[in-house]
């Protein structure tokens, strides 16, 4: 449950979430090159990083989760920003991709068993939105409008 009491949170949240709802009608929406595309895709993923890093505290399901996004934004340097993707960045790209999605298991996996909740609706729309997360990056990766 989210806590509107915290200053810091109810100034953020509603900047970050602005800023994300511009970043995603400007790759919906707006013409570009496949630069701007990669560009655009890159900052939505960075904002959400630096928007984490806001609220870091020493808490296992926070701390996976900030690492999760590290490791997504090192990976979107290797196989979304790139124009010309060779295979060594392709590679490295993975691997880093990789460790993102054992990173978010493992915070499910966490999330689940310390706390012995078992699919519910939050779980199931995180799983959800990190479906959709995966879907948009693989997307971006080929060059493609989501």
């Not at 994300?20 to 895709?41: N, R, Y």
């Not at 939505?44 to 984490?52: G, H, N, S, T």
Request: glycine share 4%; aromatic share 16%.
């Amino acid at each position: 449950m989210l806590n509107f009491k915290n200053k810091k949170l109810c100034i953020l949240l509603p900047t970050f979430l602005v800023a994300e709802l511009c970043l995603w009608f400007v790759i919906l929406f707006c013409p570009h090159s496949a630069l701007g595309l990669s560009i655009s895709c890159f900052s939505a993923v960075a904002l959400a990083f630096v928007f984490a890093l806001c609220f870091i505290k020493k808490d296992t399901g926070v701390l996976l989760l900030i690492s999760g996004l590290l490791f997504t934004v090192c990976a979107d340097i290797f196989l979304v920003l790139p124009q010309d993707l060779q295979y060594k960045q392709q590679v490295a790209g993975m691997i880093f991709f990789s460790v993102t999605q054992l990173v978010y298991f493992a915070y499910l996996f966490w999330k689940t068993e310390s706390k012995k909740i078992y699919p519910k609706k939050q779980s199931l729309s995180l799983n959800f939105y990190l479906y959709c997360a995966t879907i948009k990056e693989n997307m971006c990766i080929r060059g493609q409008q989501v």
